[in-house]
Antibody, heavy 124, light 108 residues
Framework: QVQLVQSGSEVKKPGSLVKVSCKAS????????VGWVRQAPGQGLEWMGG????????TYAPELQGRVTITTDESTSTAYLELRTLTAADTAVYYC?????????????????WGQGTLVTVSS | SYELTQPPSVSVSPGQTARITCSGD??????VSWYQQRPGQAPVLVIF???ERPPGIPERFSGSSSGSAVTLTISGVQAVDEADYYC???????????FGGGTKLTVL
């Protein structure tokens, strides 16, 4: 059974960056889509972006393009989310997620496995 | 930007059937997944590819699709089903994903 374990809570200053990790056990990210989803307090789920291995390069939500970078390290089965130029609006719980079966395009992707979430608080 | 539309809330009594809809222009050509999220917990996949149920999800959860709308149906609702439910699909370019705004299911 695949388990995703994320790094711990962070408190950041406005204008800084945060990097959240997501380590997989019982599986890897090698052949499966990985995504990052965030949830602001009291709000819904927001897709941030992800990597679909068959496509090679990451895809990002348009509103975050330029501020976000998603990578994977196959040697450690770890995915990373880096978000730059933080503002109070970035305060949220950040989730990593991985699909359970191979997909050839984003239209087929669904997430069977989720990390426990990482709270990122942006405050001066 | 592309949006998926869900009703903000649905309320049913225990034992009744709850139906949660998700609509979007691209849905006739895209699969939809559904996630259940209880307070303070990570989302859980309950339906994928419009109608398929992952292992371990109770049979009372089912999905259907008709044109530009898909429906998550929970038959014989139980108190434990009270949660937020989100639909998810791909955008019109097939290059990204999008979530619906979420529906709060209240079991009366």
């Amino acid at each position: 059974q695949v388990q995703l374990v994320q790094s711990g809570s962070e408190v950041k200053k406005p204008g800084s960056l945060v990097k959240v990790s997501c380590k997989a056990s019982g599986g890897t990210f090698k052949s499966y889509a990985v995504g990052w989803v965030r949830q602001a307090p009291g709000q819904g789920l927001e897709w941030m972006g992800g990597i679909l291995p068959v496509l090679g390069s990451p895809t990002y939500a348009p509103e975050l393009q330029g501020r976000v970078t998603i990578t994977t390290d196959e040697s450690t089965s770890t995915a990373y989310l880096e978000l730059r130029t933080l503002t109070a609006a970035d305060t949220a719980v950040y989730y990593c997620a991985r699909e359970g079966r191979y997909s050839s395009n984003w239209a087929m992707v669904h997430f069977n496995y989720w990390g426990q979430g990482t709270l990122v608080t942006v405050s001066s | 930007s592309y949006e998926l539309t869900q009703p903000p809330s649905v309320s049913v009594s225990p034992g009744q059937t709850a139906r949660i809809t998700c609509s979007g222009d691209a849905l006739p050509n895209h699969y939809v997944s559904w996630y259940q999220q209880r307070p303070g917990q990570a989302p859980v996949l309950v339906i994928f590819k419009d109608t398929e149920r992952p292992p371990g999800i109770p049979e009372r959860f089912s999905g259907s699709s008709s044109g530009s709308a898909v429906t998550l149906t929970i038959s014989g609702v139980q108190a434990v089903d009270e949660a937020d439910y989100y639909c998810q699909s791909a955008d019109t370019t097939d290059s990204s994903l999008v979530f619906g705004g979420g529906t709060k299911l209240t079991v009366l």
